[in-house]
């Protein structure tokens, strides 16, 4: 069986299988003959263009995910693979390991008393400081805001701003920043 196809037959019965549809609930939804759902699942099919956009509507999925490769389950980043960089003796680390659209996720560590400056974002962007660990104190605009573990801060990432371990101990905390948030 050609590539194409057997991905297609595979990709098929995988997410239906995944959403808990029989072959009859599966072919009702796409509104197509049950006998034509079974042949497209065996690879025995040869399905017209209107026959694939009906199995992907039916399945909530493009054209292209069916007839392509099947996906990885899930993919294993190892932390010391993630990008990072050190900035006045603190490290900071990105949490995910490729670029989400207008966010930017980051892992700060920040050994007792180091303190560094942030650089401001575009007009609009709001950023998100959560304290994990340790004491973080946030300077914004001539604003103070201490964090303890479990805490919280969110404020417009367009204004100077610095992050500070005021405590004795390593402190961790994470910065998310929504570049398109108004």
Known sequence: MPEP????????????????????????????PRATWAHVETGEANPTLAVLVRVA???GVTVEELIGPPRATGRLVRGEDLPMV????????KVVPEALPHLQL????????ARFAGTPHLPGTREYLACERGVVVLHVSGERFELCAGD???????????????GDQEAVAYSLVSVTAG
């Not at 037959?9 to 197509?32: C, Y």
């Not at 801060?153 to 500070?164: E, L, P, T």
Request: no cysteine.
């Open 152 to 166: 919280v801060v969110v404020f417009r990432g367009d204004q100077r701003h610095a992050y500070q371990n005021a």
């Open 86 to 93: 050190q900035k006045s003796g603190v490290t900071i680390r």
């Open 5 to 32: 196809a057997a991905n297609l037959a595979r990709n098929v019965k995988h997410l239906r299988d995944l959403r808990g549809l029989t072959q009859a609930q599966a072919s009702a939804l796409a509104e197509i």
């Open 106 to 113: 980051e892992r700060m560590t920040l050994p007792p008393g």
């Open 57 to 59: 509507g039916a399945l």
